[in-house]
C-alpha cells in the first residue's frame, strides 16, 4: 500500500500545472526622442492564458499624445492625459501587440515617464499587473524664453460647455454609438465605457449587442458629444419615429 500511495503521488506532481502565468505590459518608446517628432511605438501585452475582460490605463505627460493605430479590438478611450484600452473579450493569443504613434509637442524638454496598469479577470478575481514606469528624454536645442509668458507655458485649457445626453420624449432624436460587441455587456463594463449608464441603450442588430449613448435633440449636438466623450469611432444615429434609421 506504502508503494501505491507514493506511485499515486509521484504522478501527481508530474501532472501538468494550470496556474497562472505572469500577465505584464511592454511599451517600446526610443529612450532619447526629438521634440515636435512622432514614432512609432509598440505596447505589448502578455497576457498568458487569461481571457475576457481587461482594462489598460496609462497616464502620459502633458505634451505627449499617442495615437492608436491598432487596438487589437479594444474600445479607446482618451481624456486628456489618461488613455484607457478596454477589452470585452481579450484576443485569443497568449501575447499580442498594439500599434500606436506617439506625438511631441515642439516645447517639450528634459525627461518624461509614461505610467499605468492592466486590468484583468482570473478565476472570477478583479488582478492588476503594474506596467511600471517608462521613462524617455526629450531632446530639444531650441529657446523659447523669448516667446511672450502665456505661450512658455502649456496653454490654460478652457472649461468647455459639457453635452450631455437627455430623456426626450419625442419620437425624433438622435443617439451616439459608442461599441458594437458579439455578447451583452454587463453594467461594470458599461461604467467603464461611460458612468451615467442610465443613458446607455441597447440593441441587437445583425446578431451584434450594438450599444449608444442619448437622447440629444440635434444632430449638433450629438456629433459634439462624440467627438468629446474620448470614445474613438464613437458616430452619430440617428431615429426617426423612434427606430433607427
Avoid at 511631441?104 to 478583479?126: H, S
Avoid at 450594438?210 to 449636438?221: A, L, M, N, R
Amino acid at each position: 500500500m506504502k508503494y501505491i500511495l507514493s506511485f499515486i503521488f509521484f504522478n501527481f506532481l508530474l501532472l501538468p500545472s494550470f496556474s497562472q502565468e505572469e500577465v505584464y505590459v511592454d511599451i517600446n518608446i526610443p529612450q532619447r526622442v526629438n521634440a515636435g517628432q512622432k514614432y512609432n511605438i509598440d505596447i505589448i501585452v502578455y497576457k498568458g492564458n487569461i481571457t475576457g475582460f481587461a482594462k489598460l490605463e496609462l497616464f502620459i505627460p502633458m505634451g505627449v499624445k499617442i495615437n492608436i493605430i491598432n487596438s487589437q479590438n479594444a474600445t479607446v478611450i482618451q481624456n486628456l492625459q489618461v488613455i484607457k484600452l478596454i477589452w470585452v473579450d481579450l484576443p485569443y493569443e497568449t501575447k499580442f501587440s498594439i500599434k500606436g504613434v506617439l506625438e511631441l509637442d515642439y516645447r517639450l524638454k528634459g525627461y518624461k515617464e509614461i505610467f499605468g496598469n492592466f486590468y484583468y479577470v482570473y478565476q472570477k478575481n478583479r488582478m492588476q499587473s503594474s506596467v511600471g514606469i517608462i521613462p524617455f528624454q526629450v531632446l530639444n536645442d531650441k529657446d523659447y524664453t523669448y516667446l511672450p509668458k502665456q505661450t512658455e507655458e502649456y496653454p490654460k485649457i478652457e472649461p468647455k460647455k459639457v453635452i450631455k445626453p437627455v430623456k426626450l420624449n419625442k419620437p425624433d432624436f438622435f443617439r451616439v454609438q459608442i461599441g458594437a460587441f458579439t455578447r451583452k455587456l454587463n453594467k461594470h463594463i458599461l461604467k467603464e465605457l461611460y458612468p451615467d449608464v442610465e443613458f446607455i441603450f441597447e440593441e441587437i442588430i445583425d446578431n451584434l449587442y450594438k450599444y449608444t449613448i442619448g437622447d440629444f435633440e440635434t444632430y449638433q449636438s450629438a456629433y459634439e458629444f462624440a467627438i468629446n466623450c474620448g470614445i474613438k469611432d464613437a458616430f452619430v444615429v440617428e431615429y426617426v419615429n423612434y427606430k433607427r434609421k
